[in-house]
């Protein structure tokens, strides 16, 4: 199993800057693909930027130019580096994990970003 952890969530005025991460721990050898989704309230949870299996990058179209995932060398952590924030992108943002060998994807717990002046 894949065990998930973020921080870095908080409160940012509009036009300020996050930096989110997550640590996975577990059978890390498993994953394929490692990201962040969102949830606003009311809404659906939706992707914001994943790394797939092949290496790519994919991003929701909302937040292309202005947020960026990065993970390190070992693959075990990702980044969510969070500029010229709207109000739109508050949310709970969540880690997740895809693993193949098993077909199952793993969350964490979620972290709060609240982007208002």
């Known amino acids: 199993q894949v065990q998930l952890v973020e921080s870095g969530g908080g409160l940012v005025q509009p036009g300020g800057s996050l930096r989110l991460s997550c640590a996975a721990s577990?059978?890390?050898?498993?994953?394929?693909?490692m990201g962040w989704y969102r949830q606003a309230p009311g809404k659906q949870r939706e992707l914001v930027a994943t790394f797939t299996s092949g290496g790519r990058t994919n991003y929701a179209d909302s937040v292309k130019g202005r947020l960026t995932i990065s993970r390190t060398g070992a693959k075990n952590t990702v980044y969510l580096h969070m500029n010229s924030l709207k109000p739109e992108d508050t949310a709970v943002y969540y880690c997740?994990?895809?693993?193949?060998?098993?077909?199952?994807?793993?969350w964490g717990q979620g972290t709060q970003v609240t982007v208002s002046s």
């Open positions: 997740y994990a895809f693993s193949p060998l098993t077909g199952r994807a793993s």
């Open positions: 577990g059978s890390i050898f498993s994953i394929s693909d």
